[in-house]
């Protein structure tokens, strides 16, 4: 939980006629991070690699053509799962496939047209429907009423040429109806869009239509035109829901097969990628990996089950790889933590991906970001709906690991970490005296809470001065471990600040012996950094730019270190300042609430002022202290010791992500 997952790199060779067999179980293991082979060891370089991309362009072709026919039939899962059979695949499977899947996509294409064609009539007259009826039932002429996209006209047109009027109109999503009689003729109203006017101008001029002036009876045939666009609609409709049996007839008789050629062309992609990693000799194949080194066991014996024996598998530690110790060779990052950290993993790793050697600080930054959202925004009200909001968020996506999901859960954490400090300020939306506090009143202590904001900021600092401590011993990094911005020596000078000034303001003299060896001799020592490390190390002493430079920057850097503290110390004051700042919204909208009570109505404008102030303060400060906590995080705790450059562990398998360019 503390580091990255252990990990050891595997390097196989197999015999040509085992490598099926091989690649086979790889694929099925899922576990195995593949690199290039010559990007790990030098010799390699002159070794011929394995040409696929023929193939491998037609299967993702043929793959993209069957997630089409997928998606238009509604099947939504066809992927293998774990500890499946995986299905065998060869060139003339592949041709079969392509047979099989032009012949379905013909025989879809009309149907699939259709579809598609009466939706969005059915979408447009929907629309119609929607924006003239009401201005029917209130009984506005129709063509007085301010549609937006709709044009409407309303005339007369012999009663033999009405039906030429409905045949001709009917691709087009419109409507007409008749609503008296002059006659012989038929007086009409036809409502389309305006976007085919010219087509109904031209229809309506071959049946020769022509425009009178709207009656004012035409509001007693509302019933009509409403009745006449319902029963197109429901048509549309009846018609939409055949064509709908039609292909789920199509999907249930071809569902099996679209399934198996689905995952065979799944594992052939899959197959086809574990190749592209191969190196080659006259009789044999090379293939280099990392394994979690928890599941080392498993691997090696699958690999070697699958090889019948006849295969050389070397695992070997980090530490044993030389390119990894000097930083030429990256070993894959593997964060394992307990499904409760998942979203702040997320947050970690939009900062960055810890480099495999040094700690992984998700636990302390789920710790710390729910502590400092919980203090700038603890009220047990707004806490319940933040939790309410994320438990929707995270109800409504399929998949739990997608980032929507884990903004939900993230809400959760926070509302929690609301309603939690919400008890101990005794707020509830804002009312203070609703509950008793089980801690104390922000408005009431100030300075306490100052006080707490800035010894909160003190060990949250310590602690990434800790993490850098911890990081630069397991990296070797000497320089770093005493000399650093956050190593040992600013470790001391900084806890001696802290005394210093708190002996300051108790108005007491502070001690120079704190000043001077606390203080003054680690700011020697880190001015003297480069002729200390050159004794350390055994060389002589260089200045790179000359001495002079070096003092210039040498003072330079003493000063940045004081001043980046201070303000590092300081920007926790924040913490406090919105953790007041909650408290007066609520001031501001209970004032205003009273302000208006005792007007004509003023109860009901008092009520609208809770709610619409709650939701502006959910919404509004929910998002900066959302903001202000990762800023925390980000800047003054990881600032001080965050390696990146981590590469992230990707294994290659059927439970993977398979992505357009595999």
């Not at 010219?198 to 239509?209: G, Q």
């Not at 030389?322 to 702040?344: D, M, S």
């Not at 509830?428 to 306490?448: R, S």
């Not at 990707?650 to 595999?662: F, H, M, T, V, Y």
Request: hydrophobic letters at 50%; a neutral charge.
């Amino acid at each position: 939980m503390f580091l990255p997952e252990r990990m050891d790199q595997i390097n196989v060779l197999v015999f040509e006629s085992e490598l099926d067999a091989v690649a086979s179980a790889v694929v099925r293991l899922s576990i195995l991070h593949l690199v290039q082979l010559d990007d790990q060891e030098p010799w390699a370089e002159n070794l011929r690699g394995f040409d696929s991309a023929d193939v491998r362009g037609k299967i993702e072709i043929l793959r993209n053509r069957i997630a089409v026919i997928m998606r238009d039939l509604g099947i939504d899962d066809a992927s293998l799962r774990p500890g499946e059979t995986l299905p065998d695949i060869s060139m003339g499977d592949l041709d079969e496939i392509a047979k099989y899947v032009t012949a379905l996509e013909l025989k879809l294409q009309g149907p699939i047209g259709r579809r598609s064609e009466i939706k969005k009539k059915l979408d447009r007259m929907e629309a119609i429907a929607g924006e003239v009826a009401p201005f029917l039932e209130l009984g506005l002429p129709v063509e007085k009423a301010p549609y937006s996209f709709l044009a409407i006209h309303y005339g007369e047109v012999r009663s033999e040429n009405l039906e030429i009027v409905r045949e001709k109109i009917a691709p087009l999503a419109a409507v007409v109806f008749p609503v008296g009689k002059r006659g012989k003729n038929d007086l009409i109203v036809l409502i389309g869009l305006k976007s085919d006017r010219l087509k109904l101008k031209h229809i309506l001029s071959e049946a020769a239509f022509q425009e009178v002036e709207i009656s004012k009876d035409i509001k007693k045939e509302v019933p009509e035109v409403t009745g006449e666009l319902h029963k197109q609609i429901d048509e549309l409709k009846d018609d939409l829901a055949a064509i709908g049996s039609e292909l789920a007839a199509e999907r249930d008789g071809n569902l099996s097969k679209i399934t198996e050629y689905y995952r065979s062309l799944r594992v052939a992609a899959l197959l086809l990628k574990f190749k592209n990693y191969l190196k080659r000799t006259k009789k044999t194949y090379i293939f280099s990996g990392w394994i979690p080194a928890s599941a080392r066991k498993d691997v090696e014996r699958e690999i070697m089950t699958a090889a019948k024996g006849r295969a050389i598998v070397e695992v070997h530690t980090p530490e044993e790889i030389t390119g990894v110790q000097t930083g030429r060779v990256k070993v894959p990052v593997l964060l394992k933590h307990p499904a409760f950290f998942k979203p702040f993993e997320m947050l970690l790793s939009s900062y960055g991906l810890p480099d495999y050697k040094v700690l992984d600080p998700t636990l302390f930054m789920a710790l710390t970001f729910l502590f400092m959202f919980g203090l700038m925004f603890g009220d047990v009200g707004h806490g319940a709906v933040l939790v309410l909001i994320g438990l929707l968020l995270y109800r409504r996506t399929r998949d739990k690991t997608d980032t929507m999901a884990l903004f939900g859960r993230l809400g959760v954490y926070c509302g929690c970490s609301s309603i939690i400090f919400g008890l101990l300020f005794g707020s509830v939306f804002g009312l203070e005296n609703a509950i008793p506090h089980l801690w104390m009143k922000p408005m009431n202590n100030v300075m306490y809470l100052f006080k707490v904001a800035i010894y909160y900021g003190i060990g949250v600092i310590m602690l990434g001065i800790a993490f850098n401590v911890i990081n630069s011993i397991r990296t070797r990094n000497l320089r770093a471990l005493i000399f650093d911005h956050a190593g040992l020596l600013v470790a001391i000078m900084y806890w001696a600040g802290i005394v210093a000034v708190s002996v300051f303001l108790s108005n007491e003299p502070i001690p120079m012996k704190l000043l001077i060896f606390a203080i003054g001799v680690p700011m020697l020592l880190i001015f003297l950094r480069e002729p200390i490390m050159a004794i350390l190390t055994h060389r002589k002493v260089h200045f790179e730019s000359g001495l002079g430079m070096y003092v210039f920057e040498s003072i330079i850097e003493i000063a940045e270190i004081f001043t980046g503290y201070l303000a590092n110390t300081v920007s926790f004051i924040r913490v406090a300042a919105f953790s007041l700042a909650h408290v007066g919204l609520f001031i501001a909208v209970f004032s205003l609430a009273d302000m208006v009570r005792g007007a004509s109505g003023g109860a009901i404008y008092a009520v609208l002022i809770h709610v619409l102030g709650n939701v502006g303060i959910i919404a509004l400060e929910g998002l900066i202290v959302t903001i202000q906590a990762i800023r925390l995080e980000y800047y003054e705790f990881f600032g001080k010791f965050f390696v990146s450059g981590g590469v992230a562990y990707k294994p290659l398998g059927i439970n993977a992500q398979l992505s357009r360019e595999e």
